[in-house]
């Protein structure tokens, strides 16, 4: 089982960027999808991004144009870049194994956080 390592969160504020990493224990080349998703305090988790093996990307309404994601060439990585944040951004997120739209496959690991202060 491939494992997920989350990094890059931290505090921003409102109209700032950060960009988050999905370092696999392996590469992931062999896998339907990865995708990104948050959980905010008091809320479900949510899914916000998804590339897939052929590298098509889907994006929740929310989020759309605002963030993207993307994987280096190694299929070892996968990123978030989220600009334009808003306070309601703030969340844990998480990456996963993924299938369809809303699927994740696995164990969630512990996920980084994402403040953005008005």
């Known amino acids: 089982q491939v494992q997920l390592v989350e990094s890059g969160g931290g505090l921003v504020q409102a109209g700032g960027s950060l960009r988050l990493s999905c370092a696999a224990s392996?590469?992931?080349?062999?896998?339907?999808?990865i995708a990104w998703f948050r959980r905010a305090s008091g809320k479900q988790r949510e899914q916000v991004a998804r590339i897939t093996r052929d590298g098509t990307t889907n994006y929740a309404d929310s989020v759309k144009g605002r963030f993207t994601i993307s994987r280096d060439n190694a299929w070892r990585t996968v990123y978030l870049q989220m600009n334009s944040l808003k306070p309601e951004d703030t969340a844990v997120y998480y990456c996963?194994?993924?299938?369809?739209?809303?699927?994740?496959?696995?164990?969630w690991g512990q996920g980084t956080q994402v403040t953005v202060s008005s």
């Open positions: 392996r590469s992931t080349f062999s896998m339907d999808a």
């Open positions: 996963s194994l993924a299938g369809n739209w809303g699927v994740a496959f696995g164990s």
